[in-house]
T-cell receptor, first 115, second 110 residues
Framework: ETGVTQTPRHLVMGMTNKKSLKCEQHLGHNAMYWYKQSAKKPLELMFVYSLEERVENNSVPSRFSPECPNSSHLFLHLHTLQPEDSALYLC??????????????FGPGTRLTVL | SQQGEEDPQALSIQEGENATMNCSYKTSINNLQWYRQNSGRGLVHLILIRSNEREKHSGRLRVTLDTSKKSSSLLITASRAADTASYFCATVPYGNKLVFGAGTILRVKS
């Protein structure tokens, strides 16, 4: 257990559905991240929240909408996805300070399949 | 473009042997981190080495960093079947976030 939980662990959805992924960290960290991991591709950083403010959005399509209501919770709202969005979605958290980027703690991921 | 690139892409060894994985990167970094991922699961942080460090140890893991060559290596000594996983290096360019490489798939045969 890394102290970061994600639900659901598996999700199958049609292209017209709306669903949300949830992430919760129990580590008291001040930064949270969404990553996308597709087969045979490097991990792609999608969004970064630091102190509940979005500080990075890596040109992610608007069909992905993040939400960070507090420092412990992070959501990824999904709507009208495409089959190529099928991937493992990973949430991570870290404690950021002035010393640079520290180690990140990852959740187990949500395996998303878009039909 | 990705910052870190691991080599080899895949490695298969016998239990008890040592495994060495390499990572090369392109720009100056604040630190470099190694992570492990078991099949279809989340990543687990293994070790962080800062740009002013040359070598670090953690149990059976040894990481080296050569900033002049922009490269790092991860050595796993006396490998076990449980070490079978994908290993990723992640670099931290100054003022930026973690950038992951594509990973090395390690298989340890018992």
């Amino acid at each position: 257990e890394t102290g970061v939980t994600q639900t659901p662990r598996h999700l199958v959805m049609g292209m017209t559905n709306k669903k949300s992924l949830k992430c919760e960290q129990h580590l008291g960290h001040n930064a949270m991240y969404w990553y996308k991991q597709s087969a045979k591709k490097p991990l792609e950083l999608m969004f970064v929240y630091s102190l509940e403010e979005r500080v990075e959005n890596n040109s992610v399509p608007s069909r992905f909408s993040p939400e960070c209501p507090n420092s412990s919770h992070l959501f990824l709202h999904l709507h009208t996805l495409q089959p190529e969005d099928s991937a493992l979605y990973l949430c991570a958290s870290s404690q950021e300070g002035q010393g640079g980027v520290n180690e990140q703690f990852f959740g187990p991921g949500t395996r998303l399949t878009v039909l | 473009s990705q910052q870190g690139e691991e080599d080899p892409q895949a490695l298969s060894i016998q239990e008890g042997e040592n495994a060495t994985m390499n990572c090369s990167y392109k720009t100056s970094i604040n630190n470099l981190q190694w992570y492990r991922q078991n099949s279809g699961r989340g990543l687990v942080h293994l070790i962080l080495i800062r740009s002013n460090e040359r070598e670090k140890h953690s149990g059976r893991l040894r990481v080296t960093l050569d900033t002049s060559k922009k490269s790092s290596s991860l050595l796993i000594t006396a490998s076990r079947a449980a070490d079978t996983a994908s290993y990723f290096c992640a670099t931290v360019p100054y003022g930026n976030k973690l950038v992951f490489g594509a990973g090395t798939i390690l298989r340890v045969k018992s």
